[in-house]
């Protein structure tokens, strides 16, 4: 269904001319305006409304560039390469951007980021040993964004500084530690699958 919003816009930049390069790169510069807008919440907690749809937006984007690079025929090894690394820092920047935030702990939101690009590089293994890269797991790219999403929303509706805190811990708090929590998991589970890949191949 997310992938069904695309295609006016893979025709339009296919029929443009536009280099699928320039999408990944922009997808990291709507990234960096989610960071933002994270960071600037506290002062600002209408942001914390806005920061996810600019998430959305880069999700959305990172899909593009590849659909655009099969249509247009210009993928290739090097486009995977430009395609997955913004990515990784777009992953780092939004996180760091909900640590600055000032509404949870500064660690909270480094975990975050780590985990996440701890599971995308244990995705990638698959890939580099000669078997499927695994996008399996609770805690992908995906579910990532929509729980920060979530967080972030709950964290707006519930300003007043007694509603959104559970326990010591503010919303944002808990946001980044399922984050964490599901990224362990995830990588768990990409794990075993590429071994037990790797397992098939050796005995075939």
């Not at 210009?74 to 690394?85: P, T």
Request: net charge positive.
């Amino acid at each position: 269904m997310f992938r069904k919003t695309a295609h006016a816009a893979v025709r339009v930049c296919v029929s443009l001319g536009i280099h699928p390069d320039v999408i990944s790169y922009l997808s990291f510069v709507v990234a960096a305006v989610a960071a933002l807008c994270f960071w600037k919440s506290s002062a600002h907690p209408v942001l914390l409304l806005i920061g996810p749809l600019f998430c959305y937006l880069r999700l959305w984007l990172n899909m593009l560039d590849g659909m655009v690079a099969m249509a247009s025929g210009k993928a290739s090894w090097r486009g995977e390469i430009l395609n997955d690394l913004p990515d990784r820092f777009s992953d780092i920047v939004i996180f760091v951007g909900v640590a600055h935030s000032g509404l949870c702990h500064l660690l909270a939101g480094y975990w975050a980021a780590i985990g996440a690009v701890l599971t995308a590089y244990v995705g990638i293994f698959g890939q580099a040993v000669g078997v499927q890269r695994e996008f399996s797991g609770l805690m992908s790219k995906q579910w990532r964004m929509v729980t920060l999403h979530l967080g972030a929303w709950l964290a707006f509706f519930l300003w007043t500084p007694e509603q959104s805190r559970i326990g010591s811990l503010s919303i944002l708090d808990w946001t980044c530690i399922v984050v964490v929590a599901g990224c362990v998991q995830t990588i768990v589970v990409r794990l075993r699958r590429i071994m037990r890949a790797l397992q098939k191949k050796a005995k075939a």
